[in-house]
C-alpha cells in the first residue's frame, strides 16, 4: 500500500486526538481567562461533542459518496482554521463559536483515519488489529498534546502556545495531495445509510461506543482538573503554576499508557473474532479504576491514569473492527458515522453531568456517575459477540 494513504490515514486520528484533548489540556488556564466555571466548561465540552455527532452523520455518507481526499483535505485546513481563532478568543462566546466548528474539521479527520485504516493496515485482513495499531497515533495526539502546551504554557503566551496545534495539524495537507485513495465502485445514496440503522451490528456497536466515549471524553476533559484538585488538596500551599503543569501531564500518562495498550492489542491475531471479550474485560477494568479514584489521593493519580489509559485503549478500535469486520468495506464511512454519532451523543451528557455535579461537589466524587456505564458497557460487549452483519 502507498504510504502517502497511510500517513494521511495515520495523520487523521494523530490529529483527531489533538482536538479530543485540546481542551482538556488547557482546561486550568482556559477557565482562568474566560471567566468561566466548572459548568460553563462542561457546556462548553457537551456543544463540541454536540457538534462532532451530527458532523459525523453528515461526514460518513459524504466519504463513501465523494471519496477522501476532498474531505480530507476539508478536515486539515479546517481543523487549523479554528484553532486559530480559538487561540485568540478572550470571551466565553468568542471561544464557543470556534469550538463548535472545530467539531467538522475533527470528523473529517476521524472518518477519513478510522475508515482508511482497516483498509491500509495488515492487508485488510484483520480490521480489529489494523484499527488498534492505527489508533496508537490517536493516542500519541493525546500524549503530545498536554506536554506541547505545558511546554509552551511556560515560553510563550497562550495565544502562540495554541495556535501551535495547528500548525502541527496542517503539516499533512502535502500527504493529502499526493496520496492515491481506495475508490468505492458504488456510491452510497442516502437511503441506504439510513437502512444501516436497521442492522443489529450496527446499533450494537453504537451503543457500545456511546457509553466508551461518555468514559474516554470524561476522562479527556476532566483528568486535568481532576489532578490539580487532588493535588491542592493534599499539598496546600503548592505553586499554582507546578499544580497545573502536574495536572496537565496526567493527560500525557493516560495517553501513554493508551498507546502502549493499542499497539500490545494489535499484535493479538483473534482479536477481531473475540473482540467482544477483550471489551468487557476492559471494561470491569475502568470500573475498578474509577471506584479507586473518588477514594484515593493525589499520590495514587498517575498510577490510576496510566491503568484508565491501558484498559481503555482496546475498547474504541477493537469495536470499530469487529463492526467493519461484519461488512463490506464499500460502506465503512456510513457505518463509522452512524456508531461514532450515537457514540458522541455520551460525550455530549455525560462530562456535562460530570461538571454540574462538580459545582456542588467536587470532580473527585463526582467522576463516580461513570461507574454504571461500566457496568452496561459489559453487557452490551458481551451482546456484540452475538450478532452478525451483512458481509459483501
Known amino acids: 500500500m502507498e504510504k502517502a494513504v497511510v500517513l494521511v490515514a495515520l495523520s487523521g486520528v494523530f490529529g483527531l486526538g ?34 462532532c455527532l451530527i458532523a459525523s452523520l453528515i461526514v ?15 478536515g486539515f485546513i479546517a481543523t487549523t482554521f479554528c484553532i486559530f481563532v480559538f487561540a485568540n478568543a478572550k470571551t466565553y462566546t468568542a471561544a464557543l463559536i470556534p469550538c463548535i466548528l472545530l467539531g467538522f474539521g475533527a470528523m473529517a479527520l476521524n472518518t477519513v483515519g478510522n475508515t482508511l485504516i482497516p483498509q491500509v493496515l495488515f492487508g ?20 503530545l498534546t498536554p506536554l506541547i502546551v505545558s511546554f509552551l504554557f511556560r515560553k510563550a503566551s497562550y495565544e502562540k ?32 445509510a439510513v437502512a444501516l440503522l436497521k442492522e443489529p451490528a450496527v446499533l450494537l456497536g453504537a451503543f457500545v461506543l456511546f457509553c466508551y466515549i461518555s468514559l474516554e471524553a470524561s476522562f479527556c476533559n476532566w483528568l ?23 495536572s496537565q501531564q496526567m493527560l500525557s500518562v493516560f495517553a501513554i499508557a493508551m498507546m502502549a495498550g493499542r499497539l500490545i492489542a494489535s499484535q493479538m491475531a483473534t482479536i477481531t473474532t473475540h473482540g467482544h471479550w477483550y471489551i468487557a474485560g476492559a471494561a470491569l477494568i475502568c470500573g475498578l479504576v474509577i471506584l479507586a479514584m473518588t477514594k484515593t489521593g493525589a499520590m495514587w493519580t498517575s498510577a490510576l491514569a496510566a491503568c484508565a489509559g491501558f484498559a481503555f485503549a482496546p475498547c474504541f478500535p477493537t469495536t470499530v473492527g469487529v463492526t467493519f469486520s461484519k461488512f463490506s468495506p464499500e460502506i465503512y464511512g456510513s457505518i463509522f458515522g452512524i456508531i461514532f454519532a450515537v457514540g458522541l451523543a455520551g460525550a455530549v451528557f455525560v462530562p456535562k453531568a460530570i461538571g ?12 463516580k456517575l461513570l461507574i454504571p456505564i461500566c457496568v452496561i458497557l459489559i453487557v452490551l460487549a458481551i451482546m456484540m459477540g452475538k450478532v452478525k452483519g451483512t458481509v459483501a
Open 124 to 143: 485488510g485482513e484483520n480490521p480489529a488489529a489494523a484499527s488498534n495499531l492505527g489508533n496508537v497515533f490517536f493516542g500519541l495526539g493525546l500524549f
Open 18 to 51: 489533538m482536538c479530543f484533548s485540546l481542551l482538556g489540556s488547557i482546561s486550568v488556564k482556559l477557565m482562568p481567562r474566560l471567566n468561566i466555571d466548572q459548568g460553563k466548561f462542561g457546556t462548553m465540552i457537551s456543544a463540541y461533542m454536540f457538534s
Open 161 to 192: 502556545a495554541v495556535s501551535v496545534l495547528g500548525v502541527i495539524i496542517l503539516i499533512p495537507v502535502l500527504f493529502v495531495a499526493k496520496a492515491t485513495f481506495p475508490i468505492s465502485e458504488n456510491a452510497l445514496a442516502l437511503g441506504d
Open 224 to 246: 486535568p482538573s481532576y489532578s490539580k484538585e487532588v493535588i491542592t488538596k493534599d499539598f496546600q500551599g503548592i505553586d499554582e503554576s507546578v499544580a497545573d503543569a502536574n
Open 60 to 74: 460518513g455518507v459524504v466519504t463513501d459518496s465523494i471519496g477522501y481526499r476532498p474531505v480530507a483535505m476539508f
Open 356 to 367: 454540574n455535579f462538580a459545582k456542588g461537589s467536587t470532580i473527585q466524587k463526582s467522576i
